[in-house]
């Protein structure tokens, strides 16, 4: 998948503890552990907009997009 997870490189740098993250953005422990691991196929805009403000980062520092045509082969099409 193009789309990378970088939430743990930014818990990590801040210093912060997932326990806590999880209790004040309002997720479990495991799916703030799925979520770090990139085990997700997707993020709600308000789960991100919590992240970010928690963290006092940008949606570009808890995401990264490498794209590799092979990762696209895997892909449904869309739909109409």
Same mark, same amino acid.
């Given at each position: 998948m193009p789309v990378r997870v970088t939430l743990d490189?930014?818990?990590v740098k801040?210093?912060?503890?997932a326990k806590d993250l999880?209790?004040?953005v309002g997720l479990s422990e495991t799916q703030l552990?799925?979520?770090r691991s990139g085990k997700v196929r997707g993020v709600r805009?308000?789960?991100?907009?919590?992240?970010c403000? *928690?963290?006092d980062c940008k949606p570009a520092d808890l995401l990264?997009? *490498?794209?590799d045509p092979a990762d696209l082969e895997d892909? %449904? %099409?869309p739909s109409s």
């Open positions: 490189a930014v818990i801040r210093g912060v503890k999880a209790a004040e552990s799925l979520l805009f308000g789960t991100l907009a919590r992240l403000a *928690a963290l990264d997009y *490498a794209f892909e %449904p %099409p």
